[in-house]
């Protein structure tokens, strides 16, 4: 341990007091040892300081730069922006005087429907894991920490708390920790946070498989790990696992338990110290910044150019039929309240208070002086169609054929925000019909869609082009029309695949499910790597997106055409700008196995590099492949293994555009077999899984019993259990009720802020709501609750009265006890 001096001279109350935070956002100081309070934040993509310690809202922080979501900035392919991004997010952190981001967030994106994957960057974890730790390099650069999370299988939000991902131990490794290892072999962060949700039946706040043996023993990580706020389960147990710090304060209730753990011996005092150390470590780095006599500033101004920029770097030009970038003296009009009312950033705890919001409108009258014909055609807060709106709307695109009609669409907050999963993968009911019905009667229409995930496009074909901006941050508005008039040139690419339909999907039968456990029987073949090994068409292609200028790539060579499985292989080619602007393009490098004995997929992201070329300029590039480019998870030998044989190396800019490819032999050293499912698990061999994997084919890669979907008959109610869990009893379907109605009077602003909180309150465990309550809800009362909606309404709501009236205050029988 690194700080024992101090640790001996500290009692078995402060060691514990050290292993919990002191309010909702500051960890516990002890100033008589140099160890002060420390303040983290949420801040994937902003510093969300709330004014108040203890205060747990989602709205009211600090206005500060709402830059790129990870939805968007993954879109970019640019580690070279990600690092700048981390820079900025530190400085104006400093600025905040605030220690620790609670960001990135890295998890896969398994579904599109995960209502939370515009806080995710990929559904490749080679490319999450990239940006994410380039990401964390950025903002570490500056002093500041980052905390990446949600460690792990978090990818959905219905039954977050609760809900066990049943995950096997290839498709795990391969899949749903990559990202994790990368972004922490290559950035070090300073803290990860867990997840709410369990592991093969664990909650991942006290998973030893996750905390130690995978995270300390496998990758030798040293940093600190920090429960998800509220996501502790059993203290001790976390604690036992590796769970170095709870979030927020239990109020003193779980340090009691820590303290009683280590006196009656069932907890060493050696894993608590070993724990508290962890914390220790993080304050000593916080330390060094000095806020207490060190003050540190931004340029507000300039942090919203910049956000501008990178904005413009990210957006994905998805078609363009000759019609962009608009022509000098071309006549547009506009439609679409988005136009107004840009959707920005996702809702949720990653909301960020802008400095400044940019809109389509005002940037048209600031920048070029006029306001172009509008009309809103639909409102963001319903999904109905009004017919007065979408009237004028028509009307104004039929009036001239020839004016280009510029429509602003996407997912509002009530479709995707966290807490809550989307229902479906279409766009609201009132923007698909004003988009039908403007096509009508002009053929000159240009979509620019605002949403933080893939959508359905039946109206493809009917439009001229369409320009995706995913989420694009405050100063969004701007980089679209930098992109629409040919200030920029875009050159975002896909970060995940847009499939034709939803039932295309390979998890589709198997989200979210619960409500105690979710499967995963795709296995490996999430997104790409199940559309393209099972050659099913899709609406637009990973790595894919357009520019305003052409290149070309060309005499690929690689080191060697025989490598061992321990050697590097240098993969080198040139591209060229033949296009006549300037531009950026994105060089993906994809390895597929020619004739693999374990299932693969076809072939699989392994590198990537965005260049930026002059018209006629060209660049020579290259890249290095290690072993991990031609491995796969061998759950025989707990380890990546290279089978021997011939793989093709792929270079192009998408995963369908791949020009340039090359053979070579690579030998595995080893001597490991590669285990064979082609009789137990058949289909999986080429991914053929499109009615659906049977259940004994996935539990013979599983490996083990799965866990239970459903509570048994005669499972005994704990506080695990969350009020969607109570409805089966009369006395359940009133509490949920009473909380939708309470949760609703309660929360002010937006439907979808109401439909969010609402969603938190239900699905959140009895246990976490009194944890997170700071006191408000004793366990004692969250056990009266419990009983109310188990089949015992009024044995608990009279045993929760007294409680409720005298919380804090003795009762006339204790009293007299």
């Not at 240009?446 to 694009?472: C, N, Q, R």
Request: some cysteine; proline content about 5%; hydrophobic content about 35%.
């Amino acid at each position: 341990m690194q700080y024992d001096k101090i640790l001996q001279n500290l009692t078995i109350e402060q060691k514990a007091s050290l292993c919990s935070g002191k309010d909702f956002w500051y960890t516990k100081g002890i100033p008589e040892c140099g160890l002060p309070e420390i303040m983290m934040t949420d801040g994937p993509h902003g510093v969300r300081k709330q004014p108040s310690g203890d205060n747990a809202g989602i709205g009211g922080s600090v206005p500060v730069t709402c830059f790129l979501p990870a939805c968007t900035s993954a879109a970019s392919w640019d580690k070279e922006m990600l690092f700048r991004m981390g820079l900025e997010l530190g400085e104006e952190a400093k600025a905040e005087k605030v220690s620790v981001l609670l960001g990135p967030g890295i998890n896969i994106k398994r579904n599109p429907l995960c209502g939370r994957n515009f806080e995710y960057f990929s559904e490749d974890p080679y490319l999450a894991g990239k940006m994410g730790a380039a990401l964390i390099s950025g903002i570490q650069y500056t002093g500041v920490g980052a905390c990446v999370k949600h460690f792990a299988a978090n990818n959905q939000e219905t039954r977050r708390q609760t809900v066990s991902a049943a995950v096997d131990e290839r498709t795990l490794r391969e899949i749903y920790l990559n990202a994790f290892e990368i972004a922490i072999k290559e950035a070090n962060p300073w803290a990860i946070m867990n997840a709410y949700n369990k592991l093969n039946g664990t909650y991942c706040s006290e998973n030893k498989y996750l905390l130690t043996d995978v995270l300390r023993r496998d990758w030798g990580y040293r940093g600190l790990v920090m429960t998800d706020w509220g996501a502790e389960n059993d203290r001790v147990a976390g604690l036992k696992a590796g769970g170095n710090l709870e979030m927020p304060s239990s109020g003193g209730v779980n340090d009691a338990k820590i303290v009683e753990a280590v006196k009656n011996g069932t907890l060493d005092e050696r894993v608590l110290d070993a724990n508290a150390d962890r914390v220790i470590d993080m304050v000593m780095k916080a330390k060094k910044l000095d806020y207490e006599n060190a003050e540190y500033h931004y340029n507000k101004a300039e942090h919203h150019r910049l956000a501008r920029e990178m904005a413009a770097n990210s957006f994905v030009l998805l078609k363009n039929n000759d019609i962009l970038p608009i022509k000098k003296g071309q006549k547009v009009c506009v439609i679409g309240e988005m136009a107004q009312k840009p959707r920005f950033q996702g809702a949720g705890s990653s909301y960020i208070e802008p400095t400044k919001i940019d809109s389509a409108m005002s940037v048209y009258k600031e920048e070029f002086g006029y306001e172009p014909k509008y009309e809103p055609g639909y409102l963001c807060e319903s999904d109905k169609p009004d017919a007065t709106l979408e009237a004028a709307a028509v009307e104004m695109a039929g009036r001239d054929k020839e004016r280009l009609i510029l429509m602003f669409v996407g997912l509002t907050d009530i479709y995707e925000a966290e807490a809550f999963d989307r229902e479906h993968m279409r766009l609201p009911e009132n923007q698909l019909s004003l988009i039908e019905k403007v096509c009508a009667v002009n053929e000159n229409v240009v979509i620019i869609m605002h949403a933080g995930s893939p959508v359905e496009m039946p109206f493809i074909d009917k439009v001229k082009a369409v320009l995706y901006t995913y989420l694009g941050g405050q100063a969004g508005a701007g980089a679209v029309l930098d992109i629409l008039y040919g200030k920029k040139n875009p050159s975002g690419k896909l970060p995940e695949t847009f499939p034709l339909r939803y039932e295309d999907v390979p998890s589709a039968k198997h989200f979210p499910e619960g409500p105690l456990s979710v499967e995963y029987r795709e296995g490996i073949y999430v997104g790409y790597r199940y559309f393209d090994t099972a050659q099913k068409e899709v609406l637009f292609p990973f790595g894919f997106g357009l520019s305003y200028t052409r290149f070309d790539f060309s005499d690929i060579s690689l080191s060697s055409e025989n490598i061992r499985d321990d050697d590097t292989l240098e993969v080198s080619f040139t591209i060229k700008n033949i296009g006549e602007r300037d531009g950026a393009e994105v060089c993906q490098v994809y390895v597929g196995a020619d004739n693999p004995k374990i299932f693969k997929a076809k072939k699989e992201l392994k590198e990537f590099k965005k260049v930026f070329l002059k018209a006629g300029e060209e660049k020579r590039i290259t890249l290095h492949l290690n072993k991990r480019a031609f491995a796969y998870y061998n759950v025989n030998s707990a380890s990546f293994e290279v089978e021997t044989g011939r793989y093709t190396v792929y270079i192009g800019n998408s995963l369908v555009n791949l020009p340039l490819k090359k053979q070579l032999r690579v030998t595995n050293t080893t001597g490991v077999p590669s285990p064979d499912y082609s009789e137990t698990a058949p289909v999986y061999y080429n991914a053929a899984i499109e009615n659906d994997v049977p259940l004994e084919q996935f539990i013979a890669v599983y490996g083990a019993d799965l866990p239970d979907k459903e509570y048994a008959a005669d499972a005994v109610p704990d506080l695990n259990y969350t009020f969607e869990d109570m409805t089966k009893t009369i006395g359940g379907r009133v509490l949920k009720k009473i909380v939708t109605a309470g949760a609703s009077m309660a929360v002010g602003g937006t439907k979808a802020n109401k439909k969010m909180i609402i969603s938190m309150m239900l699905g959140s465990p009895l246990r976490a709501s009194a944890l997170m309550s700071g006191g408000r809800l004793t366990f004692k009362m969250a056990e009266d609750i419990l009983m109310m909606g188990t089949g015992h309404f009024w044995k608990g709501f009279f045993k929760l009265i007294p409680h409720t009236l005298f919380k804090g205050n003795k009762t006339r029988k204790e009293k007299a006890q």
